[in-house]
């Protein structure tokens, strides 16, 4: 197992997994605030935490498997070389079991706080059975062999496909409804700088060991940042400079009829309203 040629480069490397790693557990907690705070989940997509939960539960199987299994990580070694390093750093397991548990907290919200109309698609329930059963099926193909290496790129496969497509139903729900209003930006600016942090962390290591194995050898971490980012720029654009929040100030009276657009239909004909 190869080691840190340079300690400024180890601490570097060290420094930024953990920036990563508190920005993308702190991103979380704005909209599980947010939600508290409206005792309302509506304006949030419950396609994007369904398909979320799959892919957060995939990642930190690969992550805990292959950080803590000698038997994983010889297998690793064998097939990428022994003068490599393992590509999951502890701060990435911290990750993926707080981002497991925020993700079930707020499908706790959804399910007792106040959703109006929305519900989770027949399209997202279909993607998410297919995808465990078919992790189901890998397993019991490499159970004979023990080809945990192959099955845990499997999960890395899932998680990279998962972030893929977990987004899209998020930033389609805002550009219907020409608002962000009930998602929160406070989540995307922090999962911006964890995506960022995390993909300058790898290319630290790699500088370090002139070698830009982890990048292949661990193609999911790296799609998970390169996606994140690409997203959450779409996201920044949509609340900033698409559907930024109106300010005008409405008469109380007023603002007793109200509703967001998902609640109802003749909401259309207040255009003016739907950021209130």
Request: with cysteine; hydrophobic share 45%; glycine share 4%.
């Amino acid at each position: 197992m190869a080691s840190w040629n340079s300690i400024p480069l180890e601490i570097t490397y060290e420094t930024l997994g953990w920036i990563s790693f508190i920005s993308w557990s702190v991103s979380f907690y704005p909209q599980v605030i947010l939600n508290f705070r409206r005792k309302s989940v509506i304006g949030l997509n419950f396609d994007f935490v369904v398909l979320n939960l799959t892919k957060h539960s995939s990642y930190l199987i690969y992550n805990v498997c292959l950080y803590f299994s000698p038997a994983i990580q010889k297998q690793y070694f064998q097939k990428y070389g022994y003068d490599q390093m393992i590509p999951v750093a502890a701060n990435d397991v911290a990750f993926s079991i707080h981002a497991v548990l925020l993700t079930v907290v707020i499908l706790l919200q959804i399910a007792i706080y106040e959703r109006g109309v929305q519900k989770v698609s027949k399209t997202s329930l279909t993607i998410v059975s297919a995808v465990w059963l078919t992790a189901a099926v890998c397993f019991f193909v490499a159970l004979p062999s023990h080809s945990w290496l192959w099955l845990l790129n499997i999960f890395n496969s899932i998680q990279v496909f998962m972030t893929l497509i977990k987004y899209i139903p998020q930033a389609v729900m805002n550009f219907r409804r020409k608002s962000t209003d009930g998602f929160s930006i406070g989540n995307i600016l922090l999962d911006f700088v964890g995506g960022c942090t995390n993909y300058t962390q790898m290319i630290v290591q790699s500088i370090d060991q002139n070698s830009w194995v982890n990048f292949y050898g661990n193609i999911g971490k790296t799609l998970l940042s390169l996606v994140s980012v690409f997203f959450d720029i779409i996201f920044m654009c949509q609340h900033y400079l698409l559907y930024p929040a109106k300010k005008a100030v409405i008469p109380p009276k007023l603002k007793k009829d109200v509703s967001d657009p998902l609640l109802k239909s003749s909401d259309s004909d207040h255009p003016e309203l739907e950021n209130v």
